[in-house]
């Protein structure tokens, strides 16, 4: 199938993390031209000659965030060197901390709300007059089934992607009058950096395989991680033009059979 992405002008924030890397080569894949950021240039700079693309399809900045001037600037560069802004992935995203609600912290809720729903706020914000402009475009946001399953001892990470699902379906219907659709992918456990901190964090010591056959167990497929790739596909499905009658929705990746909806 034709996802007809080809020159398309994409941005992918955390695009140096495992799923963010798996998207923008996704991306590339298709032949569109990609933007991504990451917190330092060295991430950048390591990653790029990993990408094989063509030149001028691909370039990157660093960018905090965190902070609503960098998040702006950001929008701003990448208008600049491709001209225009087609497609968005706010895909950044942190865990934050697994406590009991006795020792949850307000600064913990914070850190874990400024980058999960905060910073996606604001990157639709300064993206979405230049997809307005053009009434037309996408944006894709990364997610997690976090979004649908309540865990306890994890309320702050929990609780941002419930708040950024919902945040995401008020977006999409704001902007699909004027020809953008906008939807939300939701992620299962992920085989990335990210997931080893998790398993840290719920299970200390506890090697990986064990961990992971834990949190997969009640899964119907292979009781595995989903590959960063699978999510990337279904972020470039949602991406393109073949689901522009999809709008407000979270598609899940993952193969639990019970969701609560």
């Keep these: 199938m034709d996802l007809k992405l080809k020159d398309k002008i994409v941005l992918v924030t955390g695009g140096t993390g495992g799923?963010?890397?798996?998207?923008?080569?996704?991306?590339?894949?298709?032949?569109a031209k990609v933007a991504f950021s990451s917190t330092r240039q060295e991430k950048i700079d390591a990653l790029l000659p990993q990408?094989?693309?063509e030149e001028g399809q691909v370039v990157g900045f660093v960018a905090n965030m965190n902070s609503e001037d960098d998040i702006k600037k950001l929008v701003e560069d990448v208008k600049a060197h491709f001209g225009t802004i087609d497609i968005l992935v706010p895909n950044a995203g942190y865990e934050g901390?697994?406590?009991?609600?006795?020792?949850?912290?307000l600064d913990i809720f914070q850190q874990t709300y400024q980058l999960n729903v905060f910073s996606v706020m604001l990157i639709m914000k300064y993206a979405a007059p230049i997809l307005i402009e053009k009434n037309s475009g996408a944006i894709v946001v990364v997610a997690s089934a976090a979004a649908f399953e309540p865990t306890a001892g994890n309320s702050a990470y929990v609780s941002s992607k419930y708040a950024v699902a919902g945040l995401t379906k008020c977006i999409a219907m704001e902007l699909g009058p004027v020809g953008i659709h906008v939807n939300y992918v939701c992620p299962g456990p992920v085989d990335t950096p990210m997931m080893r901190r998790i398993e840290k964090d719920f299970f200390g010591d506890m090697s990986h395989d064990v961990a992971m056959a834990t949190l997969a167990g009640a899964y119907a497929m292979d009781k595995r991680y989903a590959k960063p790739e699978e999510v990337a596909s279904a972020v470039l499905y949602l991406a393109s033009?073949?689901?522009?009658?999809?709008?407000?929705?979270?598609?899940?990746?993952?193969?639990?059979?019970?969701?609560?909806?």
């Excluded at 799923?19 to 032949?31: R, S």
């Design 19 to 31: 799923i963010g890397t798996a998207i923008v080569k996704g991306f590339l894949a298709e032949g």
């Design 241 to 261: 033009d073949v689901s522009a009658h999809t709008a407000g929705m979270g598609i899940h990746v993952d193969s639990k059979v019970a969701q609560a909806n």
């Design 97 to 105: 901390k697994a406590l009991p609600v006795q020792d949850m912290t």
């Design 51 to 53: 990408l094989n693309a």
